[in-house]
């Protein structure tokens, strides 16, 4: 398989995401990113389909691949936030949420998951 395979698998992977099938995506979300691994793009349109299918612990780790390729993606910051407070750690999500926040202040998602995070902890 090569470069243009993972961007096939990537793009259905997406489009099955954005139509609302977060299961579906997830399968040619992996066999692009088992191809790319080093793409934050892939790995964060991963991180999206399994939390959406209330995958926490593979989220978290996908989101965190992301971070790690591309430290600026508030996103995936985000992402990582939301994905740790599902799986227990708050310290690492606020954390990842204060950081998307500041690289994004103007976003509400990230000021309201940020806020909501902080009321029940």
């Known amino acids: ?42 790995r964060e349109a991963l991180a999206r389909a399994y939390y959406a299918t209330a995958r926490y612990d593979r989220a978290a780790d996908e989101f965190a691949a992301a971070v790690e390729l591309d430290p600026v993606n508030d996103y995936a910051h985000f992402g990582l936030g939301r994905a740790l407070a599902r799986t227990g750690d708050v310290v690492g999500a606020r954390r990842h949420l204060h950081l998307a926040t500041a690289m994004a202040p103007h976003n509400p998602d990230y000021t309201a998951a940020l806020a909501e995070l902080d009321a029940a902890s």
Not at 3 to 24: I, K, M, V
Request: glycine share 4%; no cysteine.
């Open 1 to 42: 398989m090569s470069r243009d395979d993972a961007y096939a698998e990537f793009q259905d992977g997406s489009q099955l995401l954005a139509s609302g099938n977060p299961h579906a995506a997830a399968l040619p979300l992996e066999r692009a990113r088992d191809l790319e691994p080093s793409k934050a793009s892939i």
